[in-house]
Each structure stands twice: as structure tokens, then as C-alpha cells.
């Protein structure tokens, strides 16, 4: 299943379904309905005696008891269906169903589908499909329509990851530029004015957004912070390569931070200082420039946001040494790192830290 910001419709209704069905006192299996009409939930139910009255939990399966295999005629059951308890509840509470969606997780039995085609509803939808093709052909002689989807998952492995991002027309209309751009708080406020979260996959994908990428230049006396990417690290296309900045992407969680930082952009900033590099008495942390290039694959998708910072030593440490290698290198010697892997390293340098004094 590829990753998404969130479940479609569909998905979450079903999932919505499945949580339902825990309220089930079925022991052979526990099922979940609800109907929903324009995106509204109308009324819910699940399989179980009816109210009131002791259940499968309490007294054991009655059909097992009796030795009746599953699929089996259901005469010989405690329990009201999810799905007739649906109808049942929308009738209690003065609800209307005609028209509405069924999600269950099970296709209906025939008994049910007799019920709904009666109730108008006209579309049903489930993950597991059950063996009964009376129920299907009463669907389709009726016209509702009937799918059958992958069962839902509550992974959150399965959400992609949400980065901060600007569009490239809000890019452009704000000054866009090729290389490195020095501090400018009109650029910066149009940008801001127009960031918003979109799907990492996608931004890396489509040419029409920019994702924000905080980047800092630290400096500790004539020296700066070169960080090397290990073969662990996130991001194949630069393994190995040589990088002057600290930073990464921004997510959603850096909204709800409560980190020190003027706005979203600061707060992701210095959330990726804390979460890559120890680095003692790090100061003077301010806004320098922005990087641009458009040149290789990775660069064309992101914008950085250049800052500076002074240590007060040498003394580095990779919070995650398995990704990152980072150590001082004398400004004069900085141009052996410049490998052609990351553009912005050999930009930052140019234009930036060679004309530092």
C-alpha cells in the first residue's frame, strides 16, 4: 500500500467500521456497520443479542454449542446482525438512511442484503468478502453498488511524511533566484505567508514545489562544521557526500513545538540542531541568506534557509552517529570537501564562508 497523508474516505469509514465491531459480543466473529450519507455518520452497529438481553460472552456460542459451521443458516443465533442493527438504531433515533453507504467489515448475508435493498440504501462497502452470492445478486438486481477494498490498517507507517513546503509560483513571485540570496525580510515574509504541508513523496516529485530545508553554518574561530553523510543516512543520492550546513526538513510536529524560534522555520531550525549535533555553547545564531540551485535532482526540490553559529569549541558530536560524521575543518581547507555531490556546500562556500574574516 503507498503512503498518503491521510486514509481516503472510504478507509477511514472502514476503519471507523472495524472499531465498531469491538463493541461486538460475538466470540466467533466481530463485526462492525455503520451507515453514512454525505460524509455524515447516520447510525451504527455491530453483531450481538439484543439489548438487554445475555450474550455469547456471558453463556458461550450457541451455534457452537450445537455444532454449526460457519456460513451456516443463521436460525440457530443470539445474535442481531451489524448490520440490521444499523436500520434498527437509524429507525429508533427517526433517522434516513435511503440513499446512504454501508461500511462493514463483511459483505452481508442474504437476510441483511433483503433488509437493505428494502431500506434504499445504494452502495455497500467492505474489506472480507462472504461466501454468498445471493446477497451480491440482490445488490445488483437492485442497484446497489458493491466493493469490496483491503482491509484498513491503523500503521501510522503507512502516512507518509509531511514536510514543510512553498510552492514554486509564490518562489518566483517573491524574487526567485539562482545560487545564494543574502537576508531579505520581504523575500522571507512572502515566503512565509505561503508555506504549507504537503506529502515528501510527492514534493519529491513534482517540480512545482520547494521543500524548506533550515541549513547552519556553524564556526568555531577560523574553522567550520563539515558533516559527512554515512551510507545509513536517509538520502541515497548523497551518500558519502560532504555537507557545511546542519538542517533538514520540517514537519508538522515543529508547529506544535514549543522550542525557542520566531516563527515555524526557527522552531524546525533549531530543532534539527538539537537533533543531530552536541555541540557546546553554540551563540550568535542568526539568518544569513537563502540557497537555490536547480542544477542537480535533490537541490531543485528544496529551498534553504541559511543561518550562522558560533562554538564555543571544537567539540562536536553526531547525536546519530550511524548517519552523520561531523568534525572542524580550517576555512582554507574547506574546498577538498567539495565533491560535486551537494551543490549547496561548494554555493555556501563561495558565496558565503570565503568571505567571512
Excluded at 32 to 52: F, M, Q
Excluded at 284 to 300: F, L, P, T
Aim: a neutral charge; proline letters at 4%; glycine letters at 8%.
Amino acid at each position: 500500500m503507498s503512503k498518503k497523508l491521510r486514509p481516503e474516505i472510504d478507509e477511514y469509514f472502514l476503519k471507523l467500521a472495524k472499531v465498531v465491531g469491538e463493541r461486538s459480543t460475538c466470540v466467533r466473529r466481530k463485526i462492525g456497520a455503520l451507515a453514512v450519507k454525505d460524509k455524515h455518520i447516520i447510525s451504527t452497529g455491530y453483531n450481538g443479542a439484543p439489548a438487554g438481553i445475555p450474550d455469547c460472552l456471558e453463556l458461550g456460542c450457541l451455534r457452537d454449542q450445537q455444532n454449526i459451521k460457519s456460513g451456516s443458516p443463521h436460525d440457530i443465533c443470539r445474535s442481531v446482525h451489524a448490520e440490521q442493527n444499523v436500520i434498527i438504531q437509524a429507525a429508533v433515533h427517526g433517522a434516513n438512511i435511503k440513499g446512504a453507504t454501508i461500511y462493514c467489515t463483511t459483505a452481508p448475508c442474504a437476510q441483511c442484503a433483503r433488509m437493505l435493498v428494502n431500506a434504499k440504501i445504494k452502495r455497500y462497502v467492505c474489506y472480507i468478502d462472504y461466501p454468498n452470492k445471493e446477497a451480491r445478486y440482490l445488490f445488483k438486481l437492485a442497484g446497489i453498488k458493491f466493493e469490496v477494498h483491503e482491509e484498513p490498517s491503523f500503521s501510522e507507517e503507512l502516512i507518509g511524511e509531511q514536510v514543510l513546503a512553498v510552492s514554486e509560483k509564490t518562489f518566483k513571485e517573491a524574487g526567485g533566484f539562482i545560487g545564494f540570496k543574502k537576508a531579505d525580510k520581504d523575500f522571507y515574509k512572502k515566503i512565509l505567508g505561503s508555506i504549507r504541508y504537503i506529502d515528501r513523496d510527492d514534493a519529491e516529485r513534482d517540480q512545482s514545489w520547494k521543500q524548506i530545508i533550515p541549513y547552519v553554518v556553524i564556526r568555531f574561530e577560523d574553522s567550520f562544521l563539515v558533516m559527512q553523510r554515512l551510507p545509513r543516512s536517509g538520502e541515497k543520492r548523497l551518500h558519502n557526500a560532504y555537507t557545511f550546513g546542519v538542517g533538514g526538513h520540517i514537519n508538522p510536529g515543529d508547529s506544535a513545538s514549543d522550542i525557542e524560534g520566531e516563527d515555524i522555520i526557527e522552531r524546525g531550525m533549531y530543532r534539527e540542531l538539537n537533533e543531530e549535533v552536541w555541540i557546546d555553547d553554540l551563540k550568535n545564531i542568526k539568518h544569513v541568506g537563502y540557497i537555490y540551485d536547480d542544477s542537480q535532482e535533490v537541490s531543485r526540490h528544496h529551498l534553504g534557509f541559511v543561518y550562522s553559529a558560533e562554538s564555543g569549541s571544537e567539540e562536536v558530536k553526531a547525536l546519530e552517529p550511524e548517519k552523520l560524521k561531523p568534525f572542524f575543518v580550517d576555512k582554507k581547507n574547506l574546498p577538498k570537501y567539495i565533491d560535486g555531490k551537494e551543490n549547496w556546500a561548494e554555493i555556501v562556500y563561495k558565496e558565503y564562508i570565503s568571505k567571512q574574516k
